[in-house]
């Protein structure tokens, strides 16, 4: 157990829709990220937040939004939903955000868009 | 910016194999270097890091050790079980840069 916890763990909804994945960091952690994996493109970084701040964006498309709330707790929102986001999408936290730390990953949230 | 190049797989091995895979990198700065692992339909569990130029990781009889001169940082197992089969993800992270992940190798050990 890594001590990030993310739900839902599954999640199947339609194309069109909105969903939004949730994500509590390991105690102590100021700094959460977001992950997607899907089969062709591999491990992507989606978005970084330290302390409530957004730090950094990778390839998060506009559809996408995320937060990171006063309790560190994060969300990712998911909208205009369509066939290729189906993917595992993964949070994690670290500390501090820098180099020499260690990442934790949650255990995912398998989103199916149908 | 920075990258993570892993060999392809599938690696397949016999049980007791010795084991190698290759990851190399390209990052400004002075990168800490990892290797998470993904057992089946289970999320990246951290196997080992490094820090710094020489600095060897180790977990779980997996070693890997960070090497400046060759921009390397191979994972190696002396013995594999079948329970090793999994995809083992090469990662770095330099400054406040988020993970730059490799595209993954996936182990399979036969009995």
């Known amino acids: 157990d890594s001590g990030v916890t993310q739900t839902p763990k599954h999640l199947i909804t339609a194309t069109g829709q909105r969903v939004t994945l949730r994500c509590s960091p390991r105690?102590?952690?100021?700094?959460v990220y977001w992950y997607q994996q899907s089969l062709d493109q591999g491990l992507q970084f989606l978005i970084q937040?330290?302390?409530?701040?957004?730090?950094a964006k990778g390839n998060i498309l506009e559809r996408f939004s995320a937060q990171q709330f006063p309790d560190l707790h994060s969300e990712l929102n998911l909208s205009s939903l369509e066939l290729g986001d189906s993917a595992l999408y993964f949070c994690?936290?670290?500390?501090?955000?820098?180099?020499?730390?260690?990442?934790?990953f949650g255990e995912g949230s398998w989103l199916t868009v149908v | 910016g920075d990258s993570v190049t892993q060999m392809e797989g599938p690696v397949t091995l016999s049980e007791e194999a010795f084991l190698t895979i290759n990851c190399t990198y390209t990052?400004?700065?002075?990168?800490?270097l990892f290797w998470y692992v993904q057992y089946p339909g289970e999320g990246l569990q951290l196997l080992l890091k490094?820090?710094?130029?020489?600095d060897k990781g180790s977990n779980k009889g997996f070693e890997a050790t960070y090497r400046k001169e060759t921009t390397s940082f191979h994972l190696e197992k002396g013995s594999v079980q079948v329970s090793d089969s999994a995809v083992y993800f090469c990662?770095?992270?330099?400054?406040?840069?988020?993970?730059?992940f490799g595209s993954g190798t996936r182990l399979q050990v036969q009995p």
């Open positions: 994690a936290s670290s500390v501090e955000g820098v180099a020499g730390n260690t990442i934790y």
């Open positions: 105690s102590g952690d100021l700094s």
């Open positions: 937040y330290y302390n409530g701040e957004e730090r």
């Open positions: 990052a400004t700065g002075y990168p800490s």
């Open positions: 490094a820090t710094k130029a020489d």
């Open positions: 990662a770095l992270m330099a400054g406040r840069r988020a993970l730059t």
